[in-house]
């Protein structure tokens, strides 16, 4: 290749200007924020979407009465808020089921992750009472939570009693499976440096048992607000789990719906403190905002 050719190729090349730091971090952030903006844009538009063909067709081919239409249901909502409900304030009925719902979910989880990785790190007894926790888990929770309204009335006790069993397993399950997945070799090096049983319990297993029992902390509220509903829905004197009961007696679909985004909102409003929660106390851990997993 002549010089003069050489001279060409490198005279029409792109210059490319080397960014600073600063840029990069402004690129990056101008980015998230575009592509939250089209995220929240479409999950808006499909929202849209969804109660828009809902309304027109409870409006011009099904009937309302049975199935209900968005704007029924933002009605019975405005009742709710403004006027309050045949049981008292909405708020009442709300504070009562997130009541339940949180002492539940609070007792539950503290019993799951105790005994989830005491048996967890004993092999023995864990072969030992495994027959019994599989036959309690199989028990259909509407029953259990039909034989608490029986032995502790229609308060406050019945319901926090059903959501400790729904959110106690799912705690369990993933704490005892946390246990038994810490590395055998780091135990065994903590050992042959000094560390008692105690200081193995609290140093290593619970640290590395702490990602499998925050993710079921995600699944057991959900299990909490269903626990304190079904309770509810089976006998109480107030709460959203009455609200949908009654709703349903009386044929009030948009009563049920009603109910039902109010639940939604609670779970995720939930959802969303946990999350906080656990990026607090999962610091360590590496990010995973490039694995490309949007759930």
């Known amino acids: 290749m002549s010089h003069n050719t050489l001279e060409k190729n490198t005279a029409a090349a792109p210059i490319v200007e080397n960014e600073t730091e600063e840029q990069i971090l402004a690129r990056v952030r101008t980015n998230d924020r575009r592509r939250r903006i089209q995220t929240w844009g479409l999950r808006a538009a499909l929202v849209a979407l969804w109660l828009g063909s809902w309304e027109l067709t409870a409006t011009l081919w099904i009937d309302p009465f049975f199935y209900s239409k968005p704007s029924l249901i933002w009605d019975r909502l405005v ?27 609070v007792i539950g989880a503290v019993a799951g992750v105790v005994l989830g990785v005491l048996l967890g790190r004993s092999r023995y007894w864990a072969d030992v009472l495994a ?7 199989a028990v259909p929770r509407i029953v259990l939570a039909a034989l608490f309204i029986i032995w502790f009335g229609l308060g ?4 926090v009693a059903t959501v400790v069993v729904l959110v106690f397993f799912a ?30 319990l609290t140093a290593i297993v619970l640290p590395s048992a702490t990602t499998w029992i ?3 902390l995600h699944t057991a509220f959900g299990f909490a607000l269903i626990g304190a509903v079904v309770g509810e829905y089976a006998g109480a004197s107030k709460g959203l789990g009455l609200l949908i009961s009654n709703a349903q007696g009386t044929f009030d679909s948009a009563g049920i719906y009603a109910g039902m985004i109010i639940i939604t909102v609670i779970a995720l409003i939930a959802e969303w403190g946990i999350g906080l929660a656990e990026n607090r106390l999962l610091k360590w851990r590496p990010s995973q905002a490039t694995s490309g997993h949007g759930i």
């Open 79 to 105: 009742e709710w808020f403004t006027d309050g409900t045949q049981f008292g304030s909405i708020w009442l009925q709300i504070f009562t089921t997130v009541q339940e719902a949180v002492l539940g979910f």
């Open 171 to 200: 705690v369990f399950f993933n704490a005892f499976t946390g246990a038994r997945e810490v590395d055998g070799n780091v135990i065994n090096n903590a050992r042959i440096l000094g560390a008692g049983r105690r200081q193995v």
């Open 156 to 159: 406050l006790s019945s319901k």
């Open 214 to 216: 925050l993710s079921s």
């Open 131 to 137: 027959p019994f926790i599989k036959a309690l888990n």
